[in-house]
């Protein structure tokens, strides 16, 4: 078993069961949200939608449901909010075994990368002429300023969308529109129907400077297909050259 640290954020990160599952009480996890978070959760935990969430978390778990990810607030753990620079939307978790953890699209290392993520690093390789990481897991990206945000943040196990319709969905909205407030002009990378629902949302909060890029989703089924096929959208340099041209340094999206 990893070793556990006690400083900072490390409470998000438990040692987690080979599956990757979520054990502790919705609430625990809540209330470990780092503090520059925590003004649009605890607004959100508090609302309507907060409380029928954690009802139905909680039903869920004591009916013995396998939900994953073990720590559903793992993109904010990584990605400070004042440091997020781009934003990738995602559905939501991974809902096999030992693949979801809390970072849209990433897998832990050692885990075969799912078609979609497979293609997202063919992407970056084809338009920036870079090697992709070595494995799915892009907490290397996290940690330079791209937030991995599933826009719903739990799933049960064989079970897509499971929790969708439940409550993630405004706390999610609230933190895109947080982000999109916040100073700095930023990239969103909306990628399928389910992430442009959001383009409105992120253009009214950032006053419209803020570059957003929309294209298929990369799953196989679309990636290739119009109106705007994800493989060949050159979504990677864009976001180097707008995050150059405003002084800022370029994701190293083999990290």
């Known amino acids: 078993m990893a070793a556990t640290s006690t400083g900072g954020s490390a409470a998000l990160f438990p040692p987690e069961p080979a599956v ?6 919705l609430a625990e996890v809540l209330a470990q949200v780092p503090a520059d978070w925590a003004p649009v ?3 959100w ?5 907060g409380q029928r969430l954690q009802a ?21 753990a990584l ?6 620079r781009v934003v990738l939307l995602g559905q939501d978790p991974y809902h096999g075994a030992g693949q979801a953890e809390g970072l849209c699209f990433s897998v832990p290392a050692g885990v075969k990368p799912p078609p979609s993520l497979r ?8 338009s920036l002429g870079v ?16 937030l991995l945000l599933n826009t719903v943040l739990t799933v049960e196990d064989g079970q897509p969308a499971a929790h969708a319709g ?3 969905e405004a706390l999610t909205d609230a933190l895109i529109q947080a982000t999109a407030s916040d100073p700095g002009d930023k990239v969103y990378l909306l990628w399928g129907a389910f992430a442009q629902a959001k383009a409105g949302l992120i253009q009214a909060a950032g006053s419209g400077r803020h570059l957003v890029l929309q294209a298929n989703h990369p799953s196989p089924l679309s990636a290739r297909r119009p109106p705007v096929p994800f493989i060949g959208c050159g979504h990677f340099t864009q976001v180097r050259d707008f995050l150059l041209a405003r002084g800022g340094r370029a994701i190293d999206w083999s990290a």
Do not use: K
């Not at 935990?45 to 939608?49: I, L, R, T």
């Open 20 to 25: 990757n599952q979520l054990l502790q009480p």
């Open 41 to 43: 959760v605890r607004t």
């Open 45 to 49: 935990q508090a609302s309507p939608d």
């Open 56 to 76: 139905f978390m909680a039903e869920r778990q004591a009916a013995g449901a396998c939900i994953y990810p073990a720590a559903p607030l793992r993109a904010l």
């Open 79 to 84: 990605t400070p909010r004042a440091a997020v």
């Open 119 to 126: 293609n997202i690093l063919g992407e970056i390789s084809r």
């Open 131 to 146: 090697p992709h990481p070595p494995n799915g897991h892009l907490a290397g990206w996290a940690r330079q300023g791209v």
């Open 166 to 168: 439940q409550g993630w």
